[in-house]
């Protein structure tokens, strides 16, 4: 299933993305000067077996032979050191490593908690599912729909996010507002879609938890909903097939 695509956020938002942890850290490598001229770079990409797109903007890990570079999207800059994947504490040595961690996120690591991110809670089971939404989405009136039944073996952690526009943003920012004083009514509001019937936020009510939530997308690189992070921190952007087995792992 399509998702719904997130917008482009406003300056303010980008702005207080500056400090955000980047994904990969690059080393110097010693032996590296050899291949600093045109044709040591081009002997470094000959035999390309492999390439994967890691979730950062412009960078593609590429295996040629026994080495194991990263290339700009272009194909004009190549670095030839190792790198890290900081949100799992992980070198990226294989086009096979780095594939599995950049279909998961760790965010007891990364320290996110869906709470301050004006996640409304459903269910009382032990594995937690985080699940990114706008209230205007119909794809992800379609997810809240299958997650009652799930409710037993799961909790799943729903974060309100506008991506659909000024209107959005106004549902979003009364449900978060609303989650101050009573969480259940405003989630149960999110999942009977009757956001447009709560009282309009005084001063900055909910603004704070929305405010991060935005952030927090776009840190993640997360470009519509609905966004799935599973138990085990896989990701899915859009509505499963199978919902129980995708949870599962099984699909």
């Not at 700009?72 to 992980?90: E, I, M």
């Not at 950049?102 to 007891?108: C, H, Q, T």
């Not at 089971?125 to 037993?152: I, K, N, S, W, Y």
């Amino acid at each position: 299933m399509t998702p719904t695509r997130l917008k482009p956020l406003s300056a303010l938002v980008l702005a207080l993305l500056a400090g955000a942890p980047l994904a990969i850290a690059a080393e110097s490598d010693p032996a590296g000067s050899s291949a600093a001229d045109a044709g040591g770079i081009r002997e470094l990409l000959r035999g390309i077996s492999g390439m994967q797109r890691l979730p950062v903007s412009g960078v593609q890990m590429v295996e040629a032979g026994e080495r194991v570079l990263f290339l700009s999207a272009n194909g004009r800059y190549v670095f030839t050191g190792p790198a890290w994947d900081l949100w799992h504490g992980a070198k990226l040595q294989s086009l096979d490593e780095a594939a599995r961690l950049a279909e998961r996120i760790d965010l007891k690591r990364l320290g996110l908690d869906p709470a301050a991110l004006g996640a409304l809670d459903l269910g009382t089971g032990e594995r937690d599912v985080v699940a990114f939404v706008d209230p205007r989405c119909p794809h992800c009136r379609r997810l809240m729909d299958q997650l009652p039944t799930l409710a037993e073996r799961y909790r799943f952690r729903l974060v309100p996010l506008p991506v659909l526009g000024p209107e959005s943003e106004t549902a979003v920012v009364r449900l978060a507002c609303l989650a101050e004083q009573d969480p259940s009514a405003a989630r149960d509001a999110l999942l009977a879609g009757t956001v447009e019937g709560l009282p309009a936020p005084t001063g900055t009510c909910g603004q704070a938890p929305v405010q991060r939530a935005l952030v927090t997308a776009q840190l993640l690189g997360l470009a519509g909903v609905p966004y799935l992070i599973a138990p085990d921190g896989r990701l899915e952007q859009g509505v499963p097939e199978d919902l129980e087995s995708w949870l599962e792992g099984k699909e």
